[in-house]
């Protein structure tokens, strides 16, 4: 395909997007439909319709419209690429700008700037600060690819030798002295040797530096009681936490766990509600609450925009209901560490304030990791409860 032919196809996928449809689903439709595209077509065309999307806000006023096209022309525009090279009207190119799209786009206003709906704009300002905006335009880029060197089996070093073999060059990262950033070869990581051996996985730097920064008993059991695809249960058995459990509301969000846990030679035991209690007290719960995402809009371009405020509210209040839930199998003595991948105070402070509130629980450590640093978003409060 031509770099126009791209242009094209993401713009179809685009209004199909604004339509209401998720754009994984309709990449993967277009994949399927799509023979002439190999697989660097496939790959551009996927990363432009993602930053589109990221930039929606700023790409529509650049680009003159809500559909597709807008949304390309203006992510071009908001790169600094030029648009008339590749919306030429030749072969499967999309068709010659016309004069009104030639036309210079209006002054951004705040929240088209920084592409962030203007409801949350308030919450930005109050959870970020003076960081606010740098860290709202750090948002409008693609987030790198991190991997964790699983240290159970090998030394950073070690992995970034049997990676370059393999010629995918990565680099250590400061978040963690387990974090290496893919520098080349990304999307070769899964299919290399040194993934499927379990020498290395495929997490967020900030998600390894909390897993790093979460104190792990010197006996005693550990639940990951919001395990999901389990990246931090495999982050915290590397550092030796045992035994530990694995337990989610959504069971199949952990069915890649046994094979995950097998290649890094952890052992993890997955439990149902009921099974939580049973073995309850844990010398340590984790509870990665479900949350807003805001920490890793990068990652996940569409989150922004499908966030409202009655779900962020639905948020809070499963939170709380989470830490409720669970406060009762920390064991006395024992600790809950209360994390989220949001940058906002209303899901980070101020839940740790309200859950301070009860007698019987101390504040131990917590730290905010902003997406400055190169990683996520991400948030840890570690709750001491009374011995
Ligand atoms: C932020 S994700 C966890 C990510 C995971 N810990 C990791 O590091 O890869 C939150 C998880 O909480 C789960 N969840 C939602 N409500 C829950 C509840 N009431 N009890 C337990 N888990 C819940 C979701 O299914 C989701 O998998």
Redesign the pocket.
């Known amino acids: 395909m031509t770099p126009g032919a791209r242009c094209a196809a993401a713009a179809e996928i685009l209004d199909r997007w604004l339509a209401g449809e998720p754009a994984e689903k309709i990449l993967t439709n277009w994949s399927r439909a799509s023979r002439f595209a190999g697989s660097k077509d496939r790959a551009a065309v996927r990363d432009l319709v993602f930053s589109a999307i990221r930039r929606r806000r700023s790409s529509a006023v650049l680009g003159h419209g809500e559909t597709g096209r807008a949304l390309v022309l203006g992510y071009l525009r908001s790169t600094g690429q030029d648009p008339e090279e590749l919306f030429s009207g030749i072969g499967h190119a999309p068709d010659l700008l016309t004069d009104a799209e030639r036309q210079p786009p209006r002054s951004l206003e705040l929240g088209e700037r920084l592409d962030c709906p203007d409801w949350l704009l308030p919450e930005c300002t109050r959870s970020l600060g003076e960081e606010r905006d740098r860290t709202l335009e750090a948002m409008r880029d693609r987030a790198p690819v991190y991997l964790r060197a699983n240290l159970a089996r090998t030394s950073r070093q070690s992995a970034v030798d049997r990676l370059a073999v393999e010629d995918i060059v990565t680099r250590p990262h400061p978040l963690s002295p387990s974090a290496l950033e893919a520098v080349e070869g990304a999307r070769r990581v899964q299919g290399s040797a040194c993934y499927r051996d379990g020498l290395v996985e495929i997490q967020d730097a900030a ?1 390894q530096a909390v897993s790093d920064a979460i104190p792990l008993p010197d006996a005693g059991a550990v639940l ?10 495999l982050a915290l058995a590397a550092r030796g936490a045992g035994p530990i459990f694995a ?4 069971p199949r ?1 952990m069915k890649d766990l046994p094979t995950r846990a097998a290649r890094a030679g952890a052992s993890v035991e997955r439990l149902s509600g009921n099974d939580v209690a049973r073995h309850a007290p844990y010398a340590l719960v984790v509870a ?4 807003s995402g805001s920490g890793a809009w990068r990652r996940q371009p569409e989150a922004r925009w499908r966030l409202e405020p009655d779900m962020l509210e639905g948020l809070l209040a ?1 939170q709380r ?2 830490v409720d ?1 669970v406060a009762p199998f920390v064991a006395p003595g024992g600790a809950l560490a209360y994390v989220t ?1 949001s940058m906002f105070r209303s899901e980070n402070e101020d839940q740790a304030d309200w859950f301070l509130k009860r007698d019987g629980w101390a504040w131990e450590s917590g730290r905010r990791f902003s997406p400055l640093e190169g990683g996520d978003g991400f948030f840890l409060a570690v709750f001491r409860r009374n011995a």
């Not at 009681?225 to 931090?232: E, Q």
């Not at 337990?247 to 959504?250: L, M, R, V």
């Open positions: 998600s990951d009681y919001c395990a999901g695809g389990g990246g931090k249960t337990h989610d509301a959504d969000r990665d609450v479900p949350c499963l209901e989470i839930d991948c």
